[in-house]
């Protein structure tokens, strides 16, 4: 299972918003004899490329461990229930069970009820947490929202001037580029566009950079022909960005925008309702576009927004051991900073950079 594991792991970014699903058989004796994975939305599920790579035709003895609950519908791939049965598998080993409701314990009781030994919760829990964003959006029918952000030991962002610094090294870079890739969006506030100028896109070591949907989240609209020449509005990756607003942002600016060739993304949320219009962009993004996750990186306003109205679902915390004294501009407001907490953290040494990231509590 561990080694299916890392199948699925190949899949990292490219299968959203379906889940990453690793899978292999072994004979009798434990050799492994074929494997396969999900590779893309729309690409065969990880047990039909299995399948497909099997040199002999199954055996009786042989076992297929698979890191997720085999689909029972038909769907755009055909039910991998169906094809395990039709190719002979009599022994089956998963590792979590699907969280979507048309297909959670289903895939199970259709394996047993056709002769099938089957066994579940190897790994289980890695399994899961493999998907988690597949997972929350199959349970809520939402995309996740997540939000990072990286500060100094005493809780900053920036500098007394108000700055950009750099917080954290090339490690945790590196980090940041690697979760990048794996969720559908990327957001961040008019400030920090207006301030940082971020690319926004993946860059990793030997892959081609890439980008996911930009969110840019303004109210007021203050968008000018300086702002229009930042990096996310006028580089290669132009059309994968969109500037979100709420029902009462002014439409004069509104139609500047769109003049000018950006795409404006209106929310029926007024401003001044921050948890409707954090809701309703999630349900949005996932019902009409299959968008199942948004990575939100700053600035303090946004991320005291989606605090305050807790709205994050997931979050990434990166901590340098730098120290930037009290008037350095805080990652979050008062009242959110004391509201929450990541809940069962997990934890990554990254050089001398410390990340946590898990599920958000509430207090």
Known sequence: MARALELAKRGWGATNPNPMVGALIVDKNGDIVAEGYHAADGAAHAEVACLKNMPRPVEPTD???????????KGRTG??????????????????TDFSPEHSGRGVEILKAAGVNVETGVLGRECEDLNFIFNHAAKTSKALLAIKYAASKDGKIALDDGNRAHITGKEAMHSVHEWRALFSS??????????DNPALTVR?????????????????????????????????????????????SPADKMDFLRRCGVRVMQLSAPSADRAAFWNELKERLFSEERISSIYVEGGAITLSSIINSRSADYAFVYQSPKVFGENALDALDERARGSWKIRNPKFELLGLDKLSYGEVEYL
């Open 63 to 73: 076992t297929m461990y698979v890191t997720l609950e085999p689909c029972s519908t």
């Open 79 to 96: 039910a991998c229930t169906d094809a395990l049965i039709s190719a002979g598998v009599k022994n089956v080993v998963i590792g979590a």
């Open 186 to 195: 990327i957001g961040v506030g008019f400030n920090t566009v207006k301030i």
């Open 204 to 248: 990793r070591d030997g892959i081609p950079p890439s980008c996911r949907q930009r969110l840019i989240f303004s109210a007021e609209l203050n968008f000018d022909f300086d702002m229009l020449s930042k990096r996310v509005f006028t580089d290669e990756f132009e059309d994968k960005t969109r500037v979100v607003c709420c029902a009462d």
